[in-house]
């Protein structure tokens, strides 16, 4: 019965039925399924999914953004549970698309994903210029900062999101993560990163190491 609710959250996301993937997680919750196994047997799950078929170009972006909204209308379901049970942040993270760069798909997932694995999230959006980021370490106290770029120009507004915090002396009060398509360890490491993830699952477990080491 559990696997086959789980299995029905997972069908209905992929199908990109909105209303069935709502309907479908709170059918889940009232039927006592644990939070976390909606979120990842269900909702990551299928939307890993629609991310391998888009690479394999079996579907196309309007397909993947129907089953995007999906996944938001299932995590609107979720958040007021993480509070409810007491799930208490482990860290407070500030994330943005960097400026120059409107793409948002893969960072609303890191998002999601991380708020799901009970980050304190300030999502700033896309085209985010330095200085907002900078704010988010000086007046916000964000432990971490989330930098999403998906155009090799782009790339470059991280490299100054990181001269922008040296600039402002704050460099050494956050952790830095960077990702998104174009992005390497290369990269990350060339422009003084002190993380990198190729995907959102990753981007979690490395936003946990990050936090573990002093700040
Ligand atoms: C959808 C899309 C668009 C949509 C964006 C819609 C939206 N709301 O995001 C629209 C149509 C608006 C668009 C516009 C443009 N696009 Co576009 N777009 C894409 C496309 C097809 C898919 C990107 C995507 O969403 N992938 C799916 C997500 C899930 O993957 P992802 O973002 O990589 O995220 C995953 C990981 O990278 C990681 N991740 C992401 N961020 C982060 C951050 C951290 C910290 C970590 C750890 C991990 C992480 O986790 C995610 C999930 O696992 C790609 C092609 C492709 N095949 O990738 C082109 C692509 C990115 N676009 C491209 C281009 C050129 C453009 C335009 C310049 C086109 C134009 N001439 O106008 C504009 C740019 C506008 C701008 N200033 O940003 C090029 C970029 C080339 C380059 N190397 O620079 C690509 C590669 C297409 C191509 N082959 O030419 N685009």
Not at 68 to 97: C, R, W
Not at 140 to 163: F, H, P, Q, W, Y
């Amino acid at each position: 019965m559990r696997d086959k609710i789980l299995q029905d959250i997972k069908d209905a996301l992929q199908e990109g039925d909105r209303d069935g993937v709502a309907e479908k997680t709170r059918f889940a919750l009232n039927s006592g399924v644990e939070i976390k196994a909606i979120l990842d047997n269900s909702l990551i799950a299928g939307m890993e999914i629609i991310g391998g078929k888009f690479k394999r170009n079996e579907i196309f972006i309007p397909e993947v953004l129907i089953s995007a909204k999906a996944m938001h209308a299932g995590m609107a379901i979720l958040e007021p549970y993480f509070t409810k049970h007491g799930i208490k942040p482990i860290g407070k993270v500030a994330i943005g698309t960097v400026k120059g760069d409107l793409h948002d798909i893969g960072k609303n997932i890191v998002s999601m994903m991380l708020k799901g694995a009970c980050f304190d999230i300030e999502d700033f959006g896309i085209d985010v210029p330095p200085e907002k980021f900078v704010d988010a370490v000086k007046t916000k106290g964000a432990e971490i900062l989330v930098l999403s770029a998906l155009l090799t120009t782009s790339m470059n507004s991280m490299r100054d999101t990181i001269a922008a915090l040296k600039y402002a002396g704050v460099r050494d009060k956050v952790k830095v993560m960077v990702g998104g398509a174009p992005v390497t360890q290369g990269f990350a490491d060339s422009i003084e990163a002190d993380g990198y993830a190729k995907d959102a699952a990753t981007a979690v477990d490395k936003a946990k190491e990050l936090l573990s080491k002093a700040i």
